[in-house]
């Protein structure tokens, strides 16, 4: 492709010498040179030399932009150049508004996209997200003119970013975003986070009760983030179908956590809402949750999962192994599933040795094989359930413990997802557990740093089935004085025999956020510049073309045709 520069050159070039080229002299006898002599003499020579350069300057002028829009420069034309593209995070986050009642995060990220498209090279062909079509600077910039809508709404993709020279990448750091984009490409983070206050309601939702005498309840926890870290003023509200069931004023610690277990059994039929206001508050997504069908004629029924043999129902039958029948009874597992009404403890034998003889008495009947405090060295042919395994022995995906000494930690992550931790709240709980390899068939249910606490097994059809391993000693553990235990040890129930862990006669929660959503705050980006702020209502420039070109090229055209025949110009 022909260089912008040369028809540029070539054109004044030939303006210059046009201007240059005198005409050959004549000879022309006259009677006296006196009069022409007068004459050169009463003309201003200072005065034609500057109107030949100002007449040299208009012409090399209108010639240069004529000549340079004629060729339609890569740079100028549309569609022209290397592409760019942009890329928004389309977490729930980006939708948080900025203090004091400013725009969201998502416009501020419009904003600082057009920054960029009005600055980059005129000509850039732009792209936004997976879109591969490339648009001009003006064509961008009506799109972000409203960047709301026509994004992605699922931060949980992967979309493959198109080809392009650069990336830019607006995001505020707190949702899972990560676009699949070419190695190599020049990728540039754009921090689009300015931390504010917010509440947020992070589970609500039905759960067994402790034990069978026990009424129906919900589990309610909510958390507060404050850039200031002052005290987070909260209002909680309970309603059923008919009234406001609960009103509470509270304060929270940012970052910590309330929770509430909320009798159901005198709210009326019907949905039960949960809602929160909060001063300040930026992000409204996370400040209202529902149980669905809470209660029926008056009260919340609870019916649990139990395994259907023809036209009747009965329990699941669990058939445990310990060290002993003593060593289990009394313990924290043994109490969560002597209260369970979705099971039935068959039989508790000792563990055997490698070389020990087996039982002679035939094993009862059983649908998932429990193991306290010990596992054996083959897999059961039946789900199981694996309760504080020897350090020495692999056990239910996980490795032999490590050599290294237990220290206590918190458990700082879990799949919130898994219907095993429905109802239950694990984090933050303190352990003492092993460092284990975790079977790379399997997955960690909940994780204390590096060390597995829970992990879930869940293979193909047709191989080993289903188990579940609670890595540490729950008799030491406040789990055990928690009626999380008894919701975790149903979960398990249900899923280790493939059961939906609820009926349609159980509530389910909805309107719930990512708990990631709420801590809005917790990135590893540097905040937005106070200045980026203030300049939010900046005009955008739009950059030259062409077309631009070639209309400027003809206007100063006609200003030299006016100054030429009012004798301004030579």
């Known amino acids: 492709m022909m260089p912008f ?238 009234m406001i069931r609960i009103r509470r004023q509270l304060e929270l610690e940012p970052g910590d956590r309330f929770t509430a277990l909320i009798d159901l059994g005198s709210f009326a039929p019907g949905t039960v809402t949960a809602r929160i206001q909060t001063p300040g508050d930026v992000f409204p997504l996370d400040d209202r949750a529902g149980l669905i069908d809470a209660g029926r004629a008056g009260t919340a029924s609870t019916r649990f999962p139990v395994r259907r043999t023809g036209s009747r129902t009965e329990p699941w039958r669990v058939l445990v192994t310990a060290r002993s029948p003593g060593s289990f009874d009394g313990s924290a597992v043994a109490l969560a599933l002597r209260a369970d009404a979705s099971v039935d403890v068959v039989a508790v034998r000792a563990a055997t040795g490698a070389d020990d003889p087996q039982p002679e008495d035939p094993l009862p009947a059983a649908d998932i094989a429990t193991y306290h405090r010990t596992a054996p060295a083959i897999p059961p042919a039946m789900p199981a359930l694996y309760v504080d395994p020897p350090q020495a022995v692999s056990a239910g995906g996980l490795s032999p413990a490590a050599e290294a000494p237990l220290l206590q930690r918190r458990i700082d992550r879990t799949d919130a997802s898994h219907p095993l931790l429905e109802g239950v709240s694990l984090l933050d709980l303190p352990v003492v557990v092993a460092a284990r390899e975790l079977d790379p068939q399997c997955s960690a249910l909940a994780s204390a740093g590096d060390r597995t606490v829970i992990a879930v097994c869940d293979p193909a059809p047709g191989e080993i089935p289903r188990s579940l391993t609670v890595a540490f000693d729950l008799d030491h553990s406040s789990l055990a004085q928690r009626p999380d235990l008894a919701a975790l040890i149903q979960n398990a129930a249900s899923w280790l025999t493939e059961t939906p862990a609820l009926t349609d006669d159980l509530t389910a929660d909805s309107g719930l956020q990512d708990e990631r959503t709420t801590r809005l705050n917790d990135s590893t980006l540097e905040p937005v510049h106070g200045d980026r702020l203030a300049d939010l209502d900046k005009p955008n420039r739009r950059p030259w073309s062409w077309r631009s070109l070639a209309l400027a090229g003809l206007l100063l055209a006609s200003f030299e045709a006016i100054t030429f025949f009012r004798g301004l110009t030579l």
């Open 5 to 242: 520069w040369l028809p540029l050159g070539i054109t004044a070039l030939l303006v210059l010498a046009i201007y240059l080229i005198r005409p050959t002299a004549q000879a022309l006898p006259v009677a006296s040179t006196v009069l022409w002599r007068r004459l050169l003499a009463a003309r201003k020579r200072r005065r034609d030399r500057l109107r030949w350069l100002l007449s040299l300057l208009l012409a090399t002028t209108v010639a240069g932009f004529l000549s340079v829009g004629a060729s339609r420069a890569p740079w100028l034309q549309p569609g022209g150049g290397d592409p760019i593209a942009l890329t928004f995070d389309p977490s729930p986050t980006m939708q948080a508004g900025l203090p004091d009642g400013g725009p969201s995060r998502i416009e501020l990220a419009a904003a600082e996209a057009r920054r960029i498209v009005v600055e980059a090279e005129s000509g850039s062909r732009f792209t936004v997200n997976a879109d591969p079509t490339r648009l001009t600077s003006t064509e961008v910039l009506a799109v972000l003119s409203d960047p709301l809508e026509g994004l992605p709404n699922d931060p949980d993709t992967e979309p493959a970013i198109p080809t392009a020279r650069r990336v830019h990448m607006f995001t505020d750091g707190i949702g899972p975003y990560a676009p699949i984009i070419d190695p190599g490409t020049e990728t540039h983070t754009v921090s689009v986070l300015v931390p504010a206050r917010n509440a947020g309601i992070v589970r609500f939702a039905t759960r067994p009760p402790a034990n069978r005498a026990a009424g129906p309840e919900a589990l309610l926890e909510i958390l507060a983030t404050d850039p200031a870290g002052d005290l987070v003023p909260v209002e909680l509200t309970v309603t059923d179908s008919e």
